[in-house]
């Protein structure tokens, strides 16, 4: 007899599973979910052991269940805000979120070790047997925005045998060489990379970083959603509103949210070109201004024994230099991905609110529980992908902004928000503004910028019209 799902999902990350937690609480539906992965999680089974969430964990996983006790951290470089569950922690996290609510349902049937094929079959690696299943509802591609990662990735240079080049992987088991260490990337991986080898005491004078392009990096102090810090986040987001609403352009944007320390960057001579939304604490940031040794001569071509070719020069090096490789792109390769998050007999998760990845996913699951029809579900769900740059991110914001208005006039919809774990933010101000002034003031000052944000943001994409015109 021939299997049957109402949903075949394809792929068992972070995405994956949010959307089969809140499709299993909202419906009947039988599940069947495939990854080639040995268990749930995605890219947190290869991460490096140093990795944490670069959000809260408050944020993080699926709706049903807890990431961590909401703890704030007493110590550290995040100390004073929410707990940010580690790689191993996330990776635990998702196999008992599988083992304990998923499996218990009877509704969901995991196949690890396997693929679904672009035909729509269920292939299992080790074997190479191939199952065709039929789908009585979708097909749900929950692997598009797959991370590319250092341990996984095809490495965009040329290494010459004998020189050593890992992934932060294999960093701890090697930092007693005592060998010089050419950090690759300036993405979130080697700002982790460079502010965990000063922490374990290297010598700043020991590491070389090669960063392609200088980033802003956001400060995590305004990411702040649980109750104790309500006030201030949404503080600290009213600013960030405000300076959205005033600046003359791109540039000055920039500018303010730096002033306000809203972002950050490595060194205050180099203006930021990349904007990929990574998230750290000044601390961190701080920390990494310590390394001297900056090559700023774009992406590496090749590395050989005695030199690095990179696209504008290149640089000598000594034969010993442990060489990290931090330039896996993430979610790079997914910026120009917009296609619509549902079509007949498929649906495809994507970001709908910047960054927000997990509770992106179990809205669209919501939306497939009780939305109309596909097309009704996609003017709710516009997506906003990964940005490369500053002008790339402001569309993105502006999406989601649509997104979240669309959302807040939908009946059910809004109380499914108000009560979803993933966006505690929302239904703390419901509950907390009769009892807490400051979180009353504090978002209706956030309130009463946002069409004025929005106004503006337009107005920095669209080159021809003259700075103001959209405030009136
Ligand atoms: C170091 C790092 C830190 C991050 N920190 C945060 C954070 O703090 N907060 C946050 O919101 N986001 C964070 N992110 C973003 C992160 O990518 C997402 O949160 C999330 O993990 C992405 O989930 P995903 O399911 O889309 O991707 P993945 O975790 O990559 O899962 C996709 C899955 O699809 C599977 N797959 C691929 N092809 C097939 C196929 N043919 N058939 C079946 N399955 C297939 C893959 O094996 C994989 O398991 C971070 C990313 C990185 C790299």
Sequence with gaps: MQEE?????KGCGAMGMAFVDTLLNETEAQITIVDPRHGPGGHWNDAYPFVRLHQPSI???????????????????????????????????????????????????????????????????ASGEMRSVRIRKRLVEASRLAASIPLTHQRGFDVEAGVVCIPPNDLPRRISERRPVTVIGAGKTGLDVITWMLAQGVDAGRIRWIVPRDPWIANRRAFQPGPTLLAESLSALADQSEIWAQAASVEDLCRRMEAQGHWLRLTHEVWPTLYHGAIAAEPEVTRARAIRDIVRLGRVVSIQSDRVRLQSGEILASADTL???????????TRHLRDPVFSPGRIDLQSLRFGQLCFSAALIAYLEAHGGDDEEKNRLC????????????????????????????TDGLREWILNC????????????????????????????????????????????????????
């Design 59 to 125: 944020l993080y996983g699926v709706a049903s269940r807890r990431l961590g006790q909401d703890r704030i951290d007493a110590s550290g470089d995040n100390q004073g805000f929410y707990e940010l569950a580690s790689g191993t922690e996330v990776a635990a996290y998702f196999r008992q979120v599988m083992n304990d609510v998923f499996l218990p349902t009877g509704r969901v049937k995991a196949c690890f070790g396997s693929v679904v094929t672009p035909e729509g079959d269920i292939r299992d690696l």
């Design 5 to 9: 799902t109402d949903y075949l999902v």
């Design 382 to 409: 516009r997506p906003t992908p990964m940005s490369d740059t500053v002008e790339e991110w402001i569309p993105n914001i502006l999406a989601g902004s649509a997104n979240r208005s669309a959302w807040m006039k």
């Design 421 to 472: 774990r993933l966006d505690p933010m929302t239904g703390l101000i419901a509950r907390l503004s009769a009892s807490d002034p400051a979180i009353a003031r504090e978002a209706q000052r956030l309130r009463s910028v946002s069409a004025a944000a929005d106004a503006n943001l337009r107005r920095l994409m669209s080159a021809d019209m003259p700075p103001g015109a959209a405030l009136g």
């Design 323 to 333: 060489y990290v490789d931090c330039s896996a792109s993430a979610l790079g390769h």
